[in-house]
């Protein structure tokens, strides 16, 4: 009995697991950690949510199994969303699947359209499923930059000229998961032409569409017309309606894609429970003011990190979407790499934080912290961190932090 399994063996150790081990001894052994590693909303879900989810469960005939492709309703619910905030047309038959969260969508098209020896371009650092959804599925890796700039088409180029078999898939996310880059709609103009013109197929993944600052809305890749022709996009409502144990998501475009995913998804789930998809219509058919809200709580959290943390010795460059910083190690300490800093920081502030490796080889030098703490935490995280700082020998600056 061979115990050498092979998708196993290709799976290298997560190295955020190991902080996260931390972090549970710790608060089991009755340690106060300030938390922010995991991108877990601490805010409920609007009420009148709540409550559909309760009266559906309530119903006799509502336990029995679900669609896998989610019920019609939510499937034009999600449709309605896209015409209203991207003003993009999908039929809600043919072009809208839902999903268990992104993370199960993605995982699922990577089994879906993926055959051992593909190759899969992906960006380097970002969210780990975004490579090994495919490791899974038996493809191999190419990296490609996340920052968008021009050496990001340069590398596109290279990997398309020199990769053998010609890669053909590319995954995007923006905002990024974990860097917190942001792209506008010029450049999903040019990827699309890219990708018709090397006949790549186009993952994007959206999950942070509404968490977005500085009065700059994300775009969707599905805004540039034709881009159904080649693209499909995840969406997720774990952080827009703080509904992340909920596990609730959609993919949508390119009907040939959603029809794979689709058909996996009929011999693996029978769908979210039937309630939990009624009132996730609840939540994109009600009102809006939650995400708003949301919004601005986040945002609001992101302005009084920044300052305290970098009152405390630690410049942070301010996100412009999503509900993470991606942060530089301090200089004096770089030497230590991301998951060593981390665990100090664990150990000694009482603070945790995302090792940047775990997101990828180019993720060292940098850790990911998730504004998922109020500010008060969060300015007492800025202390905790201030004293750890300042016992290593780094130059604090002198004014009180978090005054």
Known sequence: MSEDFYRIKRLPPYVIAE????????RAGGEDIIDLGMGNPDLPPPPHVIEKLCEVAMKPDAHGYSQSKGIPGLRKAQANYYARRFNVELDPETEVVVTMGSKEGLSSLATAITAPGDVVLAPNPSY???????????????????TPDENYWRSLDRAMAFTVPRPSVLVVGYPSNPTAEVV???????????????????????AYSELYYDGCPTPSILQV??????AIEFTSMSKT????????GFAVGNRQLIAALTRVKSYLDYGAFTPIQAAACAALNGPQDIVQKNRELYHK??????????RAGWDIPP???SMFAWAPLPPALKHMGSLEFSKQLLQHAKVAVAPGVGYGEDGEGY??????ENEQRLRQAARNVKRYLTSMGVNVPGQAVGS
């Open 19 to 26: 902080v996260n081990a931390m972090r549970a001894a710790a």
């Open 128 to 146: 780990p499923i975004h490579t090994f959804g495919f490791i899974i599925a038996g493809a191999t890796i190419r990296s490609v930059p996340t």
């Open 184 to 206: 506008d709609l010029a450049f999903y103009e040019r990827l699309v032409a890219w990708a018709k013109e090397n006949k790549v197929w186009v993952l994007s993944d959206l």
């Open 225 to 230: 017309p034709g881009a159904k022709d080649v």
């Open 241 to 248: 309606y703080s509904m992340a144990g909920w596990r609730m």
């Open 301 to 310: 959290r992101r302005d009084v990190m920044i300052d305290a943390f970098g």
């Open 319 to 321: 996100p412009r979407a």
């Open 367 to 372: 850790v990911r912290i998730a504004m998922v």
